[in-house]
C-alpha cells in the first residue's frame, strides 16, 4: 500500500496559480498509476487529472484542460497539479489518488483508485 499526504492548497486571486504536491511513502510508487480529483462543498467527488506510471500519458477533465498540469517524478515519489489561470469555480478540496495500474494504468474513474490522500484546500477568490 502506499500513504499520500498533499500539500500546496491555499487562497488565490482569480487568474493566479498554485502548485499542489503530493508525496507518497514506499519504494513502487512507480507501480502505481495516480489522480487528482476534487470536491466542492455540496457537490460529489469529479475527476481533474490523471497521469500514466511512466508519465508518458495523461488525462485532464474538459474544465481544467490547458490550465492545469500533472506531472510525477518516481525518484521522489510525487506527483504534482500545476494549476493556472485559477477561477472560483475551481474552489474545492483536492484530493491525490493512487491505483495499481495494469495495461490501462489511467483512469479518471474515482472507485479504480486504492489510495487517497487527505486532501487540501483550495480556494480562488474574484
Known amino acids: 500500500q502506499v500513504q499520500l499526504v498533499e500539500s500546496g492548497g491555499g487562497l488565490v486571486q482569480a487568474g493566479g496559480s498554485l502548485r499542489l504536491s503530493c508525496a507518497a511513502s514506499g519504494r513502487t510508487f512507480s507501480d502505481y498509476g495516480m489522480g487528482w480529483f476534487r470536491q466542492a462543498t455540496g457537490k460529489e467527488r469529479e475527476f481533474v487529472a490523471a497521469i500514466s506510471r511512466s508519465g508518458g500519458s495523461t488525462s485532464y477533465a474538459d474544465s481544467v484542460k490547458g490550465r492545469f498540469t500533472i506531472s510525477r517524478d518516481n525518484a521522489k515519489n510525487t506527483v504534482n497539479l500545476q494549476m493556472n489561470s485559477l477561477k472560483p469555480e475551481d474552489t474545492a478540496v483536492y484530493y491525490c489518488?493512487?491505483?495499481?495500474?495494469?495495461?490501462?494504468?489511467?483512469?479518471?474513474?474515482?472507485?479504480?483508485?486504492?489510495?487517497w490522500g487527505q486532501g487540501t484546500q483550495v480556494t480562488v477568490s474574484s
Open positions: 489518488a493512487a491505483r495499481h495500474a495494469g495495461i490501462w494504468d489511467i483512469s479518471i474513474r474515482y472507485y479504480e483508485y486504492d489510495y
